[in-house]
């Protein structure tokens, strides 16, 4: 038969329990957002700066290529007799934003930059095709 060492009271009395694993204590502070959102949240800040900043050139450069949008795509159509989507192929690289609408009856073509800017061009007979007059 085996003997079981034998352990005084006094031992039993200093002896330390067997160490657990340590929890973690709830934090004070508050609770932190996830790194992706304050990182999204940097770069919608950011976009809206850089926009604010760079609104002036970006309307005008919006605003120019509309009016050449509605004024090609007009000479286009009501001129050279071709469809809408043919008249794209006149134009400049960098126009792939531009919207065209036609207004048969009234003979003109409205070009559109989404959110910045919109002209339209009025064929008259005689003149060929004229843009709106701009507001001062």
């Known amino acids: 038969m085996a003997r079981l060492p034998c352990v005084s009271e006094e031992d039993m009395a200093t002896a330390k329990p067997p160490a657990l694993p340590r929890?973690?204590?709830?934090?004070?502070?508050?609770?932190?957002?996830?790194?992706?959102?304050?990182?999204?949240?940097?770069?919608?800040?950011?976009?809206?700066?850089?926009?604010?900043?760079?609104?002036?050139?970006?309307?005008?450069?919006?605003?120019?290529?509309?009016?050449?949008?509605?004024?090609?795509?007009?000479s286009c159509r009501f001129i050279g007799g071709r469809n809408l989507q043919d008249c794209r192929k006149d134009f400049v690289s960098g126009m792939g934003l531009a919207r065209l609408?036609?207004?048969?009856?009234?003979?003109?073509?409205?070009?559109?930059?989404?959110?910045?800017?919109?002209q339209t061009a009025t064929f008259r007979e005689g003149e060929g095709c004229v843009l709106e007059k701009w507001p001062d």
């Not at 005008?60 to 009016?67: C, H, L």
């Not at 003109?108 to 930059?113: E, L, P």
Request: charged content about 20%.
């Open 101 to 118: 609408s036609e207004d048969a009856k009234a003979k003109s073509v409205t070009a559109t930059f989404p959110l910045l800017s919109r």
């Open 23 to 74: 929890q973690r204590q709830p934090s004070r502070l508050a609770p932190r957002r996830p790194k992706w959102r304050t990182w999204l949240a940097l770069t919608v800040l950011a976009c809206v700066l850089l926009l604010a900043w760079f609104w002036k050139p970006l309307n005008g450069y919006a605003v120019a290529g509309a009016s050449y949008g509605a004024r090609v795509a007009c």
